[in-house]
């Protein structure tokens, strides 16, 4: 394409994208103060890149190449999903969505896709046919918008699509042109939610159909709404009971489940982190990089095994033996995990269980967990255990001191210290580091049996290592003892409850929602903790759907953009 | 240390001599000839550089002391010798004309370059003929004499085949640095009543389905599980012992193993010898010797061709001539021409996992 076609394509593009972002910007109506429920605020979230993928996935098919970078998430709260709604895109980040968007939109109507994913033909390929794009473009934009698209939007896309075709001379060029502003559009890059009054509560708020659809599909799919959800939004069923219930049902039966369960795990044990992590060959010359994508896998497949496959109760992934392995982590647990397939082939994951009497079991004794809260170069009980307070039972763990010294528990054999256990009680004497590390180097303790990478051993430097530990004053013996003690804690119950309600929400439940919470905690133990019951009961919660008036904005608070500022200085000189 | 335990009734009915309490696997790791290159043990000096070899071809084919001078000169100056390199490329001879010297090594002229002649070598007794036996070597590690390793006299010169356990040969670290990564792993199996005492054994030395699994670093990795291959053509045991820490075959018989047309199509040993010495670390490091036909060796080294005997090997056809003049085993009915030639191999190998292929995977205690 020449640079004057380009720039003139980009051109129609940002065009669009700001009248979109126009026409579906959040719409809130105005509410007396009469309410007397209590309910949180909307939330306008930035789809993570895992949902960016599902989506084009879900629309698109499966071998779509996105060939682009995601800005990074946020973790607030603990979950990147309620950071999600704090976070913009900002100017480069916008760059990758346009790329992203142009690559897509590009291989959608390219030769290999059209006839599957354009349902109709244009009169003619080089010139404008508004009825194929209207079909088109309106079926793919109810997806991607999880809305219909209103006719001045469609009007929009169309005349840019026309326009487009002119220029090219190529139908489905200027058709990829569209779809591409289409998917760098905020109305696809941050889920909204728009608001209405709410019949049932005098002067409170409630989502819209289409906003209801998509707080589900999002929190049981990880997702976007499918066609049949966005058809049960458009028909009203979704704020009857009985029809919410249903697309609810449908949901929680459909294999895109385990996609949102995922999803959800994949955030609470920080999985993101992954795409950071390294060890040192010369130490753990085991650990490659295959290795880690096996161990990320391996403690989804247990959890989802638990959770999914087996209904079982939710805190056995603290303490099931029962995991799935590939050739590569047989290698690190020292275990035999033959291949299947011919010599050559990628390895296949088989289910195994470890002995009664191996130190492995649940998750937190697996190489994910162990090497991820560890350095490049050491393993670290301190590490391990602020990260089985923060991740399994939700507690807040401080910061170390700004002028905290980790030489001399980074040298191995400081003040003759072999071991994590004597360098840290070395470390543990200066007053302003012994308050935390008492509460977390105990947890820490079990699971020095597995190096930095996760291998077992039995002694460290020379040394045997003593996994004796303690939490809240219950003492156990080995990580297994660990993985029981978080079984057994209440505090994990409540951790999980929070976190996938907060999930589900998109933001941090406040005050006047413990209620629910209270409410949601006890069926779930009355149900023996089983996750997707669990789930259910959110997703078919009043609390997921209502919404509270928007909290004051600070007086006199302009905007942070550079044209109001500059505007600003202008009326000043004036 | 791991045991694995087959938890098979089958097995439980056999008489107890004949069932293996404790087996222990390992993967071949590393392969290549034993070397144990030194100061003295090439007394008319190391093989020259492949440049100066030709320049001496060049010389025998007819090539007058002037063309050599230039040729020497253009070389030092690192310029270009095509036509040194066309006679150099056919330097065969056959019926008087030019042919493909590393097809046909015997049509090449030979330049008796000397073999080694050092005292000290890896290996065994192969022959029996003892400590006096001329030509043979000492053990450096365990002092043992009357050693054959002829393949050692053969090559020891040679710059691409010198180098001891820790500096590996040039010519073998690129060859296993081809073949582990290009053809299944050779696995060890030991199986005998308690690999922890002093006993009888039998080592079995398959092939895997599997590549050699290495570490991010290069290494091998420890603990990967391999099925065997169970072609009959790389299936073998022998009976043994564990003594100190180090197996050794006891009857030796013959060892055939497919291996990679790279190097050679198949490795056949006769008169197999083996010390492996068992270390704590749970690996095994040792030596196997026996006598090997000499001439799949040579078609080895000829498949690197002209580039390769320039960047890698040393002149091709010379080590036919030097394996053919140090052959000492299985001579020709009709030619007498030995065909085979003692050998000694050193091996490392890492613990493994291993199962005959289809065989349920066995259950794994840890003690």
């Known amino acids: 394409m020449s640079e004057a076609k380009m720039k003139k394509s980009r051109l129609i593009g940002a065009a669009v994208v700001v009248a979109v972002a126009a026409v579906t910007a959040v719409t809130l109506l105005p509410g007396s103060d009469d309410h007397k429920f209590s309910a949180g605020p909307s939330v306008t979230r930035r789809l993570t890149a895992e949902q960016y993928r599902n989506i084009v996935q879900d629309v698109f098919g499966g071998d779509i190449d996105l060939g682009g970078r995601f800005e990074p998430d946020m973790r607030v709260d603990g979950l990147l999903a309620v950071g999600a709604s704090q976070v913009s895109i900002t100017a480069a980040g916008m760059e990758q969505y346009d790329a992203m968007g142009r690559a897509v939109a590009a291989q959608a109507v390219d030769a290999n896709h059209r006839d599957m994913l354009v349902p109709c033909k244009p009169a003619s390929p080089v010139a404008a046919d508004e009825k194929c794009a209207r079909e088109f473009l309106s079926k793919v934009g109810r997806l991607l918008y999880r809305r219909p698209l209103t006719e001045e939007q469609l009007s929009a896309y169309l005349t840019a699509a026309s326009e487009a075709t002119r220029i090219t001379g190529d139908f489905y060029q200027g058709l990829g042109l569209s779809l591409a502003s289409m998917l760098s559009s905020p109305s696809f890059l941050f889920v909204e939610q728009i608001v209405e009054p709410d019949p049932e509560h005098k002067g409170g708020f409630r989502l819209d159909d289409y906003s209801v659809a998509a707080q589900l599909s999002f929190f049981l799919w990880n997702s976007a709404p499918d066609s049949m959800l966005l058809s049960a939004a458009a028909a009203g069923e979704l704020q009857t009971r009985r029809g919410l219930e249903r697309q609810v049902k449908r949901m929680m039966t459909s294999p895109r489940l385990e996609q949102g369960v995922r999803a959800f795990f994949v955030d609470q044990l920080r999985f993101d982190e992954f795409e950071v992590l390294a060890k040192d060959a010369a130490l753990f010359p085991k650990f490659s990089a295959q290795a880690a994508a096996d161990a990320r896998e391996q403690t989804m497949k247990t959890v989802l095994d638990v959770v999914l496959t087996r209904n079982a109760d939710y805190r056995e992934i603290f303490t099931t033996r029962k995991t799935f392995l590939t050739p590569e982590l047989g290698a690190i647990y020292q275990v035999p995990i033959f291949k299947e397939g011919p010599n050559g082939s990628p390895d296949e994951w088989q289910p195994y269980e470890f002995a009664a009497d191996d130190p492995r079991g649940g998750i937190l004794t697996q190489v994910a967990f162990t090497a991820l809260h560890s350095p490049a170069g050491r393993g670290s009980p301190t590490l391990r255990g602020k990260a089985v307070r923060e991740i399994a039972l939700c507690q807040t763990v401080p910061p170390p001191p700004a002028d905290v010294s980790f030489t001399e528990f980074e040298n191995n054999t400081a003040h003759g210290a072999s071991t994590a256990r004597e360098r840290l009680a070395a470390h543990a004497t200066v007053p302003s580091c012994s308050g935390c590390h008492k509460i977390i180097d105990p947890i820490g303790f079990a699971l020095e049996n597995f190096d930095g990478a996760g291998e077992f051993r039995t002694t460290e430097n020379g040394s045997p290592i003593d996994p004796t530990g303690e939490i809240d004053g219950i003492s156990y013996r080995d990580a297994g003892g660990l993985g029981q003690a978080i079984y057994d804690n209440p505090a994990a119950v409540t951790c999980v409850v929070d976190r996938l309600s907060a999930r589900a929400l998109g933001r941090t439940p406040m005050k006047e929602e413990r209620k629910w919470l209270r409410e949601l905690r006890a069926d779930f133990e009355k149900s023996g903790h089983r996750l997707p019951a669990l789930m259910q009961e959110i997703a078919l919660s009043d609390a997921l759907y209502r919404v509270g008036p928007p909290k004051a904005a600070p007086a006199n608070r302009l905007p942070p953009t550079e044209e109001i500022i500059t505007a600003e200085l202008e009326r000043h000189h004036e | ?367």
């Not at chain 2, 497919?258 to 040792?286: I, W």
């Open chain 2, 1 to 367: 240390m791991k045991r694995i335990v087959l938890a098979s009734l089958t097995l439980a009915c056999l008489p107890l001599a004949n069932a293996a309490a404790e087996t222990r696997h390992f993967a071949i790791s590393w392969f290549s000839q034993a070397t144990y290159s030194n100061d003295h043990d090439c007394s008319q000096g190391v093989h020259p550089a492949v440049e100066e070899v030709y320049l001496r071809y060049a010389a025998k084919l007819g090539a007058t002391p002037q063309q050599v001078a230039e040729w020497r000169r253009k070389i030092m100056n690192g310029d270009e010798v095509r036509d040194l390199d066309q006679l150099i490329m056919n330097r065969g001879r056959i019926d008087g004309k030019p042919v493909n010297p590393y097809t046909h090594p015997a049509s090449v002229v030979d330049l008796s370059l000397p073999g080694l002649d050092g005292k000290e070598g890896f290996g065994f007794d192969l022959d029996g003929k003892g400590a006096d036996q001329p030509g043979s070597f000492q053990d450096p590690e365990t002092k043992e004499r009357g050693v054959d390793h002829n393949l050692y006299r053969a090559l020891g010169c040679t710059r691409a085949f010198r180098g001891s356990l820790a500096s590996r040969p040039t010519y073998w670290a690129w060859a296993w640095g081809q073949l582990k990564d290009s053809q299944p792993a050779w696995l060890i199996t030991l199986e005998g009543a308690d690999l922890k005492k002093d006993g009888p054994v039998t080592v079995g030395i398959d092939r895997a389905y599997e590549y050699l699994r290495s570490n991010s670093d290069g290494s091998p990795r420890f603990d990967m599980a391999y099925r065997v291959d169970p072609d009959p053509r790389s299936r073998n045991q022998f009976k043994g012992e564990l003594r100190d820490g180090v197996v050794t075959i006891t009857e030796h018989g013959k060892l055939r193993l497919l291996q990679n047309p790279l190097v050679s199509p198949e490795f056949n040993l006769k008169d197999v010898h083996l010390r492996l010495e068992l270390k704590a670390d749970r690996s095994a490091r040792g030596f196997m010797g026996g006598y090997t036909p000499w001439r799949p060796i040579y078609w080895g080294i000829a498949g690197v061709g002209f580039g390769g005997e320039q960047q890698v090997t040393g002149d091709v056809p010379g080590f036919y001539h030097l394996l053919k003049r140090y052959a000492d085993a299985d001579p020709d009915p009709v030619t007498g021409q030995n065909e085979s030639i003692s050998a000694t191999y050193y091996i490392e190998a890492v613990p493994a996992f291993v199962k005959d292929a289809g065989a349920p995977t066995p259950q794994v205690t840890r003690r």
